[in-house]
Nanobody, 119 residues
Framework: VQLQASGGGLVQAGGSLRLSCAAS????????MGWYRQAPGKQRDVVAT???????RYADSVKGRFTISRDNAKNTVYLQMNSPQPEDTAVYYC??????????????WGQGTQVTVSS
């Protein structure tokens, strides 16, 4: 099983950016998916999560600006980043709790994608 993230890059403050993360491999089903981020010298923190039924949760710092969504048919999670600010600069990691064929849920991480917001 692999998670492949894409869509990071350089964006101006107030612009927009969309991250994508696709899960592939031997997947029975996917429970929650989410995005986390880690800025230099800081710990990895949750940005947003979404359950298989579409329930979402956001970090207070991104509420009203970022939107998480998923396409269950494509095993893909998205993060729409609107009006990003310089403090959103970080490496963004996708996460998925995937149920494998033997019935257990395993936590997987993508490789990380750099998002840099210029002022």
């Amino acid at each position: 099983v692999q998670l492949q993230a894409s869509g990071g890059g350089l964006v101006q403050a107030g612009g927009s950016l969309r991250l994508s993360c696709a899960a592939s491999g031997n997947i029975f089903s996917i429970n929650s998916m989410g995005w986390y981020r880690q800025a230099p010298g800081k710990q990895r923190d949750v940005v947003a999560t979404i359950t298989s039924s579409g329930s979402t949760r956001y970090a207070d710092s991104v509420k009203g600006r970022f939107t998480i969504s998923r396409d269950n048919a494509k095993n893909t999670v998205y993060l729409q980043m609107n009006s990003p600010q310089p403090e959103d600069t970080a490496v963004y990691y996708c996460n998925a709790k995937i149920v494998r064929e033997w019935g257990l849920s395993v936590n997987y991480w993508g490789q990380g994608t750099q998002v840099t917001v210029s002022s």
